[in-house]
């Protein structure tokens, strides 16, 4: 008797454009995918309360738009309501800084900000010269975030920046901070493991900006993070297809977000995104399975994210493994009211 799939829950990740402009048939493609290692530094206290626990960052650029920058900081526990995160009593923020992993220890870095959630969506960001500069600057540069949720549903909270507005250069790093008053007369903290960056995709920033209309395209054209136009959701469903020995459904997730992104893992170390149009199925993509420890079943070791832009149904064939059967996961993505 064959084995068959089994899959994890999926995630639609929102990941915000500042343009959407001229959308053909492709999956959206991510120029730049890095994740770095889960867990905070040695010297981070648990005695932190879980609501501000950290526990991984992401970095993603997408093909469409190589001007925005999505920085996403994976919470340790989920978060109760999206408006958790502006708790006055939880300190919450993000250093990006360059060119070198360490310049802030000797004042050598050529650009420093800190990004924090601020009201109504919207990123507040401050630049500074130096890492202990009190005379910090207010970026006028339009950021936003959303609150998400990633594949495994730990709670993520995800900036969509400008790279050319903020003048975040080809190689950078990144951490987070948290802390949560308690009361105590020493506050105990939580940091991600310092991560560099580099974007071999930088020059490709400018010119997208530029293209966009500059810093007053980022005001037209970037969402306001946690809704769309006309209060609409992205909603992806997804179901067995031919291939499997038993029929299963797995839960609707919805985002508000012009992009689905759904990430899954699977037996097979190939896959095909298909989408139904004019009566037939027509290949999108092919998509080779990352096998790099992403996945926690050790059965089903390759991990895939389909994406698109585009409304309509799909479909991904499962091949590439003479051992298991070909299968079909059936995706059902539409628009949605906001509820």
């Given at each position: 008797m064959k084995r068959y799939t089994k899959f994890y829950s999926a995630l639609i990740s929102l990941v915000f454009l500042f343009s959407h402009s001229n959308i053909v048939l492709a999956a959206e493609d991510i120029l730049l995918r890095v994740d770095t290692n889960q867990g905070v530094t040695w010297d981070s206290s648990q005695a932190v309360p879980n609501i501000a626990k950290l526990k991984?960052?992401?970095f993603r650029?997408?093909?469409s738009n190589p001007d925005n920058l999505s920085v996403q900081v994976v919470l340790e526990?989920?978060?109760n309501t999206p408006n958790d995160i502006l708790d006055s009593k939880w300190n919450f923020g993000t250093w990006i800084y360059g060119p070198s992993?360490?310049?802030?220890?000797?004042n050598t870095c050529s650009f420093i900000l800190i990004v924090r959630p601020n009201y109504n969506q919207q990123a507040r960001i401050q630049i500074l010269k130096k890492s202990d500069d009190k005379d910090y600057v207010t970026s006028d540069c339009p950021s936003?975030?959303?609150v998400e949720k990633t594949e495994n549903n730990n709670s993520m909270i995800s900036y969509n920046l400008s790279i050319t507005c903020l003048n975040i250069k080809g190689t950078f790093a990144s951490y987070t901070f948290s802390t949560y008053d308690q009361g105590l007369t020493d506050k105990q903290w939580q940091f991600t493991?310092?991560?560099y960056v580099i974007n071999d995709f930088f020059e490709l920033a400018k010119q997208s900006y530029d293209k966009n209309g500059g810093k007053q395209g980022l005001s037209k054209t970037a969402?306001?993070?946690g809704s769309t136009a006309g209060g609409k959701q992205v909603c992806v469903s997804a179901s067995s297809g031919t291939g499997y020995s038993k029929k299963f459904t797995l839960d609707e997730q919805c985002s508000d977000s012009n992009q689905w992104e759904f990430t899954y893992c699977d037996v097979h170390p190939k896959a095909e995104l298909q989408v139904f149009k004019n009566k037939r199925w027509q290949k999108v993509k092919i998509v080779n399975g990352v096998s790099e420890g992403a996945c926690e079943d050790i059965d089903q070791p390759y991990e895939y994210i389909q994406s698109s832009t585009l409304i309509g149904?799909?479909?991904?064939?499962h091949y590439g493994d003479k051992k298991f059967s070909t299968t079909y996961l059936n995706l059902k993505v539409e628009r949605k009211d906001s509820i």
């Open positions: 991984q960052m992401r650029i997408p093909n526990y989920p978060l992993l360490y310049c802030l220890n000797d936003t975030y959303a493991t310092p991560s969402p306001t993070a149904k799909y479909r991904v064939k």
